[in-house]
C-alpha cells in the first residue's frame, strides 16, 4: 500500500503563488508517474501535471508556463509549483501515483482558492 499527503493548498488572490507538496510512504516502488489533478465544484477531475518516471513533465494546457512539477526521489514527493494563478485555477488538488504493476493510489486532497 502507499499512502500520500498533500501540502500547501490555501486561499491566495490572483496574480500569487502557492506550492503544492506530496509526499509517499509505504510501498513506493516502480513508480510509473506521479502527477497533480484538480476537481472544481459541479465539474470532473483533470489532469493538471504529470512527471513520469523519466523524468518527462505533462502539463494541461491551461497551466501551461504558469505551472511546474518536479520531484525528489530521495523524499518520495512530487511538488507543484502554481504561479499567476487565476480564480479558474481554484478547485481540490489531489496526488496520484501510478506503479507499473498497476498500482494506483490518490491523495486526499488540498484545497486551492484564487480569489479576485
Known amino acids: 500500500q502507499v499512502r500520500l499527503v498533500e501540502s500547501g493548498g490555501g486561499l491566495v488572490q490572483a496574480g500569487g503563488f502557492l506550492r503544492l507538496s506530496c509526499a509517499a510512504s509505504g510501498s513506493v516502488f516502480s513508480i510509473k508517474a506521479m502527477g497533480w489533478y484538480r476537481q472544481a465544484p459541479g465539474k470532473q477531475r483533470e489532469l493538471v501535471a504529470s512527471?513520469?518516471?523519466?523524468?518527462?513533465?505533462t502539463y494541461a494546457d491551461s497551466v501551461k508556463g504558469r505551472f511546474t512539477i518536479s520531484g525528489d526521489n530521495a523524499k518520495n514527493t512530487v511538488y507543484l509549483q502554481m504561479n499567476r494563478l487565476k480564480p479558474e485555477d481554484t478547485a481540490v488538488y489531489y496526488c496520484?501515483?501510478?506503479?507499473?504493476?498497476?498500482?494506483?493510489?490518490w491523495g486526499q486532497g488540498t484545497q486551492v482558492t484564487v480569489s479576485s
Open positions: 512527471l513520469s518516471s523519466s523524468d518527462t513533465a
Open positions: 496520484r501515483l501510478l506503479q507499473y504493476y498497476g498500482g494506483d493510489y
